[in-house]
């Protein structure tokens, strides 16, 4: 095997999925735990994986992104009581980006939703335990609902020749998908729901294969479709989804922000006439105003790896903030990331100094994020 699991394993706690095997075979060099399961994040040099996927086409395993499913005749009631976004305008076929709210206004997940149905929903979920606190709400909720976990496990085809690898695997119909949108097919019997989503900021698809024991023979159908575009299996890359602005709940974000504070506020929907959780907390934040933002920043010096822990950010000699990710940007030429910091340092042009984990301390600023493709041109188009 490339990677000896046994360096992250031991007995059966942890999941494996449906595609790793085929992961194992293709030469992924490094996992990590992700919603209880292996999480394959690397299959070599991360800055050629980053270019693979900027110029190419790329395979992710990200069936750690577990679903929870609702259904039942109250579901979406139930489903819109978890987040601000009002899912009465997001209609059979469609998916949206939401937060679900805890009831002081906190991040408990950032999932992509799917609405399979009238009272059919999936929510593709950030790494933590959803499914429990979905089922202690419908505890006392009142709803005629059911809350499972359902054997779905997603693959995203991600870059520019992505739109190529799909229209080979679905057809012409495939092509029709716009943003947030998907269909229900399947791959030479194989069934799978097709979203036009990713976590990349470059054009991309999931996969969400309905049937685990069929993992292996997708991953391999998929890479002989994306073989005439130059197809790679990488992890995620997290230089892309920061240059895009992109937010990692459990490290950007946590049960203890809120959407003002690391600028979701696009997700709350403030005339949404339904009742959600969360609601009188945000309407009272928004109110008062936030004490912290979470703001980019680029960081002055020679190329950095990226930050295993938060680093500390400082003004006047005193610590006010964190650093939450923050990477060497290949195509910018400039360490980039985020931090979190009272509002009277989060003005773009602030100067700051970051504390680096046996680096030293480095001069920052604040700019403005995302740093590459404000406007998400490339994943619409």
């Known amino acids: 095997m490339p990677f000896d699991m046994n360096l992250v394993q031991r007995g059966a706690r942890l999941r494996r999925s449906p595609f790793f095997e085929a992961t194992q075979r293709h030469g992924a060099t490094a996992y990590t735990v992700y919603n209880h399961m292996l999480f394959p994040i690397c299959y070599g040099d991360l800055e050629a994986e980053y270019w693979h996927l900027i110029h190419h086409v790329t395979l992710w395993d990200v069936s750690v992104e577990r679903q929870v499913e609702i259904t039942g005749p109250d579901a979406f009631a139930f489903a819109n009581l978890l987040t601000p976004r009002d899912l009465a305008r997001c209609a059979v076929g469609q998916g949206r980006y939401v937060v ?14 799917l609405r399979l149905g009238e009272n059919h929903f999936w929510l593709a979920l950030a790494d933590s ?22 054997d779905v496990s997603p693959l995203q085809v991600q870059g520019p020749k992505a739109r190529d690898v799909v229209h080979a695997l679905f057809g012409d119909h495939v092509l029709q998908l716009r943003y947030y949108h998907f269909l229900e097919t399947a791959l030479d019997g194989i069934p799978v729901v097709v979203t ?6 470059e ?35 997290d230089i892309r989804r920061i240059e895009a602005g992109i937010l990692n709940w459990g490290t950007d974000m946590t049960l203890e922000t809120n959407v003002y504070e690391v600028g979701l506020d696009y997700l709350v929907d403030e005339a949404k006439p339904a009742s959600y959780i969360g609601r009188d907390a945000l309407k009272r934040i928004k109110a008062e105003g936030v004490a912290r933002r979470l703001v980019g920043i680029e960081i002055a010096g020679d190329r950095i790896e ?33 931090a979190m910091v009272p509002v009277a340092h989060a003005a773009p042009g602030t100067e700051l100094r970051v504390k680096m984990s046996g680096i030293g301390e480095r001069r920052a600023t604040v700019v403005p994020k995302p740093f590459v493709d404000p406007d998400k041109e490339i994943p619409k188009s």
Request: without cysteine; proline residues 6%; glycine residues 14%.
């Open 100 to 113: 679900i709210t805890a009831d002081d206004g906190g991040i408990i997940n950032d999932p992509v939703l």
């Open 203 to 237: 054009v991309g698809y999931e996969i969400y294969l309905r049937d685990g024991s069929r993992g292996d023979e997708l991953w391999e159908r998929i890479m002989e479709a994306g073989r005439p575009h130059n197809i790679r299996p990488i992890g995620p890359s």
């Open 129 to 150: 335990d959803v499914l429990l606190w979905a089922r202690g709400v419908a505890l006392n909720a009142g709803l005629r609902v059911e809350i499972t976990e359902p």
């Open 196 to 201: 036009r989503t990713g976590w990349s900021g």
């Open 306 to 338: 990226m930050n295993p822990t938060w680093w500390r950010v400082k003004a006047g000699g005193e610590t006010v903030g964190n650093v939450t990710s923050a990477v060497f940007s290949p195509r910018l030429k400039k360490n980039i990331g985020y």
